[in-house]
């Protein structure tokens, strides 16, 4: 990248504002020392800024960056004393909490593998993925005694009490020194259509990440972030760098509650928000509190995860103002599009347009360039695109460098379009369709509070399409109606032929619509 593009919006970002010389020193020593993963930008903010808040924590209260370092130095103690070394794969099944993040800043720091684990998978999904991914060791919240029980005697488990006071009962250790070999970060994929898959993060070799995310999103050095997606998710952990790296004040709470975040927003004086998509779609449900004026100091809310219904975003910025940014990427791929405030009042369902250093090509059938307009394959090349599965699963098909994302999109108007999955789209009767389509259609009908559409074996057409709906309080709506709604908006051959209402969607942690469960329902 650019040095200039990267000095220009690092300093229009305030992250080179002056401040005391033998600090920025002290700084700039700890990046070259560490590097830029984990370890190395936590060693950067306490060197330049060590009695600054780093972290609000509901049940710790506030943490500097100098006490951050102190702890996550001594979890690093802990976990090596617990059989952790460099190169072996430690699992963490935690909420959002000061102590999971003093684990990840730990084991970056002696080199381990950490595997984030999903907080929703089944005891029979954390014994498969611990086995796959050959875990030495696994922290757990306590709340998840229950679902870590049944795990091999051979796994060696520690809960959140049990590690916190092994912590706390530590000497002030010595300074470590950077491992011969930097640990990795291992993101599990969201497992909407199987088992999840492990893939690694790479450890970015300089600014330009940074640079990207913040370029298009405008995130300050010093902010207050208030991050609701969960950190063992792509976007949560992305979170959590950024913030880390701008030296930020990061606030956090176990749960997700929409009320509860409305009203920190306002009382956390907080400038950014991370969230997944269903979490503004609980927010926006919520009745008007009367504090709108409280919320003047938010200028940004980012989300990522999954798509949003069609015309969300314009009704969500109608109510909070122009600060949405949505950024479309994959556990795979890391970034790919980002649609700012302007992007989405110009279209409301766009992807954006793809960020600093990042290509993205759609390709049709012939391994050609699609014109715009026509739908192709979406692949995607950034400076951080995964390095490939850790265990138990074919890696992702690549083209000329880039990766597949497993979308087809098109381009409009400069602006990029997610259409569906590429194995999403049906043949039913000889048409192909993608259920999105349809999806869009039907969360447009009052009654309707959300929806999710798939395809079904049928011995007629070869493939039908099934919705599920779920209902406003107080609405009633028929199938026929959903399907006049469809058929009034969309072509015959997408109607859904069944049409299913539901208390709610069957989602996993990161509210993500398991699709898979829909199918067999169906």
Known sequence: MNPLVVATTMAKRGMLAPGPPQRTARQLLALRRWGFGLAGELRQAASRSPKAVAVIDEQRGAVTYAELLARSERAATVLADLGAAPGTRVGLLARNHVGAVEILFGASAIGVDLVLLNTGLSAEQLALVAA???????????????????????????????????????????????????????????????????????????????????????????????????????????????????????????????AQVRATIGDERVD?????????????????????????????????????????????????????????????????????????????????????????????????????????????????????????????????????TGDVGHREGGLLFVDGRDDDMIISGGENVFPSEVESALIDHPAIREVAVVGVPDADFGQRLAAFVVLHEGHAVTADEVREHVRSRRARHVVPRDVVVLDELPRNATGKVLYRELRERA
């Open 132 to 258: 796959q991914q050959e875990l030495v060791t696994l922290v757990h919240d306590d709340e998840f005694g229950p679902v870590v029980a049944a795990l091999p005697d051979a796994l060696t488990r520690i809960d959140e009490t049990a590690f916190t006071t092994r912590l706390e009962a530590l000497p002030e250790p010595a300074p470590l020194s950077p491992p011969a070999r930097a640990g990795r970060t291992i993101i599990l994929t969201s497992g909407t259509t199987g088992t999840p898959k492990g893939a690694a993060r790479k450890t970015p070799g300089g600014f330009g990440p940074l640079v990207t995310m913040i370029d298009r999103i405008p995130l300050r050095a010093r902010g207050r972030i208030l991050i609701s997606a969960p950190i063992f998710h792509t976007w949560g952990f992305a979170a959590l760098q950024l913030a880390t790296a701008l030296r930020a004040i990061v606030i956090l709470q176990r749960r997700f509650d929409p």
């Open 272 to 404: 950014a928000v991370f969230a997944v998509p269903v979490m503004l779609q609980r927010m926006l449900e919520l009745p008007d509190d009367g504090r709108s004026a409280d919320r003047s100091r938010l200028r940004v809310v980012a989300t990522s995860g999954s798509a949003y219904p069609s015309g969300f975003t314009t009704r969500f910025m109608d109510a909070y103002g122009e600060v949405l940014y949505n950024l479309y990427g994959s556990t795979e791929a890391s970034w790919i599009s980002i649609a700012t405030p302007a992007h989405l009042r110009r279209h409301a369902d766009t992807a954006g347009t793809p960020p600093l250093g990042t290509i993205v090509r759609l390709v049709g059938e012939d391994g050609r360039d699609v014109p715009d307009g026509e739908r192709g394959r979406i692949f995607c090349g950034n400076g951080l695109v995964f390095e490939g599965y850790t265990a138990g699963a074919a890696n992702k098909e690549f083209l000329d460098g880039l990766v597949a």
